[in-house]
Every structure is written in C-alpha cells, then in structure tokens.
C-alpha cells in the first residue's frame, strides 16, 4: 500500500500560534529532525546492547530467535532493563519536544513519567499495534499529546507509525477488542485509504491528539528490529490519572528505575507539581462487544 506523507511542520518550529492551529486542523504535527538523531541514536544502543546480552539481537542488531511479544513471556527480560535507562526517561525532557507541547497547550509542560519503549519484531503481523484512539488508554485530560519518536531510521517496511488526519475531531469512538499493544481498536472502515505514513528518520517526531486515530505498520524486514518511544505530554493545570504517574506495566517502583542515575532533576519532578488526580474510568475501555445491552 502507498501512503501520503505527513506535511512537516518543521517551518513552524518559531510560530507557536501557527503549530497549535495546525494541531488542532489535522490532530497531529509531523516534526522533521525534532531532537538531533545522536541523542536519538544514544538511546537506541543503549536499548539495543540489553537486546544483545539478552540474546534478541546479533553483533549486527539484526533479531535472533522467536519473535518476542510485548507483555508476553520471554518479554520482561529485555523491558525491565529498558524501563531503567536513564537517557530513554532523559529524552523525554528534551528542550525540543517540550517547546512544541507549549505552544499546543499554552500553560507550562506536564511530561509524563510514565513512558513507554516499543521493541518490535519481524513476523508479528497479528500483533501489530491496532488502529485505537489514546484517550481510552491514558485518560486524564483529551488534551493528552504522544510523542512518537522512532531510535533508528525507520522506512514503511520496518513497520512505523501510521495516522488518520482530522480523526480527533470525531471525538472518543467506541472501542473493541484487538490482539496488540494496548489490545483495543476502533472501527475506521469509513476513512478507507486516508492513512498517511512515511519512511522516518532516527530523531523524526510524531506527535498527536489522545482522539486521533493511529495505527502501527507491520515491520515487513527480514530481520531488523522498529525501535521507538512513546512520550506523553500535557499541561499541567489539567487532570491526569494516578496510573500516568507510575512506571509503564508498574513491574518496577521507581526506586528501582532510578538506581544509579546521574540526573536528579528527571527523577519524581512531578511531585513538586499540585496535581489534579483523577481516576480511571475503566467503562470507555470496555469493549463494545462485552458491554451489557
Ligand atoms: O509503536 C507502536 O506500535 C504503538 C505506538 C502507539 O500506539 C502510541 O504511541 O500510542
């Protein structure tokens, strides 16, 4: 399948008012070269030596052995040493993303701690990321922005990230049941063939509304493995779920994702801020098909 591009928002980098207003046209901003691809790079081989001394991937990165499932058996080996990498917590502080989610948000920045690392390998077609909106996942506030950043150059073959423009202005969509991280889809039969996806580069950012619909590609390589991140972002006046605040698959205390960190200032910065805590509504993840009539 072919897929337009995304318009690159990068002329706007100086134009806060312009970035929020093509936000809030198209749901998501594609930022050429967002951070540098050596701060990029940094993190994908910290990530990619775990892989290796855990057995996933060969001198070369390439993947070894059976695919391996996010959540799933044989996972934790590999995510828990990722969940405690400081420089993959430090990019999500980077100057560059959180100057665009000022602009859209226009109050001081709420970085999530809670971020997440995707690690996916070839031959997982049913276990791609589904098309889902974010909102039912992450709650809180609808003004909730991820960041999707890919680690190493990521071509459409290497499954990256695919987005329905305008799709946040449908509102929050019913939600089914799907194999896949996050396992719940929603229905976008109606937006036919207005997905838009490209090959990008390491340091390249996606980033969109928690309503805009999104979907991961199937990585279709012989044996490369899509190394990427999900950062999110809000202001911080706005409400935002306890969960957010707890490190991703709460396997780990932040005690122990911060063992023998250099940076002080990334660590429980969110404590310094009067939250607005509010809590999950687990009806809008329910799935339609298990709902009562
Ligand atoms: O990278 C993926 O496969 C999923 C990313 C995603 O859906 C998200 O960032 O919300």
Redo the contacts with the bound molecule.
């Keep these: 399948m072919r897929y337009e591009a995304f318009t690159d928002s990068r002329d706007l980098l100086d134009e806060p008012s312009a970035l929020r207003e093509r936000m809030q046209e198209e749901g998501y901003l594609f930022i050429s070269s967002l951070v540098p691809a050596d701060a990029a790079g940094e993190v994908y081989d910290a990530i990619m030596r775990i892989c290796r001394e855990e057995g996933w991937a060969d001198q070369n990165n390439l993947a070894l052995g059976e695919p391996r499932l996010e959540g799933h058996e044989g996972w934790w080996e590999v995510y828990d040493r990722v969940q405690c990498l400081e420089e993959f917590h430090a990019l999500a502080h980077h100057p560059n993303i959180i100057r665009v989610i000022e602009a859209i948000v226009q109050e001081p920045v709420l970085v999530h701690p809670r971020n997440?690392a995707?690690i996916?390998f070839p031959a997982t077609t049913h276990y791609?990321?589904p098309p889902?909106q974010?909102y039912p996942l992450i709650q809180g506030t609808p003004e909730t922005y991820?960041v999707?950043i890919p680690l190493c150059d990521c071509p459409i073959e290497l499954g990256g990230?695919a987005v329905l423009p305008g799709s946040h202005r449908m509102g929050l969509l019913p939600v089914h049941a799907a194999s896949g991280?996050?396992g719940l889809s929603v229905d976008t039969s109606r937006w036919g063939d207005r997905w838009r996806a490209q090959h990008m580069r390491a340091g390249d950012a996606l980033i969109f509304h928690s309503y805009t619909v999104?979907?991961?590609l199937v990585n279709v390589s012989q044996r490369r493995l899509r190394v990427?991140v999900?950062y999110r972002y809000q202001g911080v006046s706005q409400p935002i779920v306890e969960d957010s605040l707890r490190p991703h698959y709460e396997r780990l205390s932040w005690e122990q994702v911060y063992r023998g960190w250099k940076r002080k200032d990334i660590q429980y910065y969110w404590q310094k801020f009067a939250l607005n805590v509010v809590p999950r509504n687990f009806e809008i993840m329910r799935p339609e098909e298990y709902r009562q009539p």
């Design positions: 997440i995707r996916t791609t990321t889902h974010d991820t999707w990230l991280p996050g999104h979907r991961a990427s999900d």
